[in-house]
């Protein structure tokens, strides 16, 4: 997980990025019960021994939530954390159910898009090579 | 205006009917706030300019049939039966009990002479003990079950309080536990509490339960497959 630039977080961009799809993403946050239900539908959850961190709402909450909740207040490490999340433990696979119908995925892409505005995102070459 | 006014009557007089109020034009408020955010799907059709797309030929394989158990078996009712079933049975006694209790259909009679029709005071009590050992499971799950803890704060646990404190204090009061006159006022004021909480709080699951459910359109939509998208 990288960022390309060192640069502080343009705070002012991030917060209009929040602000043009608050309602529609607050709400989503607000309807979420809490109820995990979500998990099972996550092979990543599965494949991890069912930590709870790859819980489709465990993502969403810590991601997209806290920046919600900071109102994007975050510092590059914070952002660091917030990648991890949204590219390292998901694959955007579209698979994640929600009982109260909440588009999970619709989510973390956003916040991908967050991220990538700071250019902070996914680098392949960050990826541990496997063995020879 | 209230000066006069005891708490009592304030919490059995206006504040039911503020109560009321903030649920209902709450609840208004966020459905029409859904329709404003919200547009009808039609807007997302693909045109296509120039007739007809060739079809395409169909190579992929054909997928394997699934009996009906299958397809319980590998959805939320077969992967969660237990929280299914319990969570099923909380939220229709959840709604159902304060509507056909005989208490509350009596105190509608006095003041319009209309109410609905009543259950079985044992029958209304036994639900009303299915919502509370809900309340208690869905309280313990969220304290020992791994994965629902790492999701829960104190504002879960104070939102289930308030879910389920009219519940638990109707109980006492319908069984004249501790002091009546206190657990009446309670109650009344537990019930106001929770009709004002449900649009802006987490609790807004309820009418967005049916919105996400049966008029947006997504893979899981339940019904004749949703109308609206997400602007």
């Not at chain 1, 099972?40 to 930590?51: M, P």
């Not at chain 1, 909450?61 to 390292?88: C, H, Q």
């Not at chain 2, 009996?67 to 319980?72: A, G, L, P, R």
């Not at chain 2, 002091?179 to 649009?199: F, N």
């Amino acid at each position: 997980m990288s960022s390309n630039s060192q640069a502080p977080i343009n705070h002012e961009e991030v917060r209009q990025m929040l602000d043009h799809h608050q309602d529609k993403m607050k709400t989503a946050l607000r309807v979420c019960a809490h109820c995990s239900l979500c998990a099972d539908s996550c092979f990543l959850y599965h494949v991890h021994d069912k930590d709870p961190r790859y819980m489709p709402s465990h993502k969403v909450i810590n991601s997209l939530g806290k920046l919600y909740k900071k109102k994007g207040k975050i510092d590059r490490a914070g952002f660091e954390e917030i990648s991890e999340i949204v590219w390292r433990r998901c694959v955007l696979c579209t698979r994640c159910y929600c009982p109260l119908g909440i588009d999970i995925p619709e989510m973390i892409a956003f916040a991908r898009s967050i991220c990538r505005s700071q250019d902070v995102y996914f680098q392949w070459s960050d990826l541990e090579q496997p063995a020879e | 205006m209230f000066g006069e006014m005891s708490m009592y009557d304030f919490i059995r007089g206006p504040l039911v009917w503020i109560a009321f109020l903030v649920f209902i034009l709450g609840t208004i408020y966020q459905v029409v706030r859904f329709y404003r955010l919200s547009r009808p799907k039609e807007r997302y059709q693909v045109r296509v300019p120039f007739g007809k797309p060739p079809k395409e030929p169909d190579e992929s394989p054909a997928e394997p049939e699934l009996t009906w158990w299958q397809c319980v078996k590998l959805s939320v009712v077969g992967v969660n039966p237990v929280m299914v079933s319990v969570t099923t049975v909380f939220h229709l006694a959840l709604v159902l009990t304060p509507l056909f209790v005989l208490g509350h259909n009596v105190l509608l009679d006095l003041a319009w002479h209309a109410s609905l029709p009543s259950l079985p005071e044992a029958v209304a009590d036994g639900l009303t003990m299915i919502v509370i050992a809900g309340g208690i499971f869905f309280l313990l799950r969220r304290i020992f079950v791994d994965r629902v803890r790492a999701i829960s704060t104190a504002y879960d646990y104070v939102v289930l309080l308030i879910a389920t404190a009219p519940f638990i204090t109707g109980f006492l009061a319908y069984h004249h536990l501790f002091d009546y006159d206190t657990v009446i006022l309670l109650h009344m004021l537990a019930g106001e509490i929770m009709l004002m909480a449900v649009p802006f709080t987490k609790l807004v699951h309820m009418p967005y339960f049916f919105i996400n459910r049966f008029v947006l359109v997504h893979e899981n939509t339940l019904g004749t497959g949703g109308s609206r998208i997400w602007r």
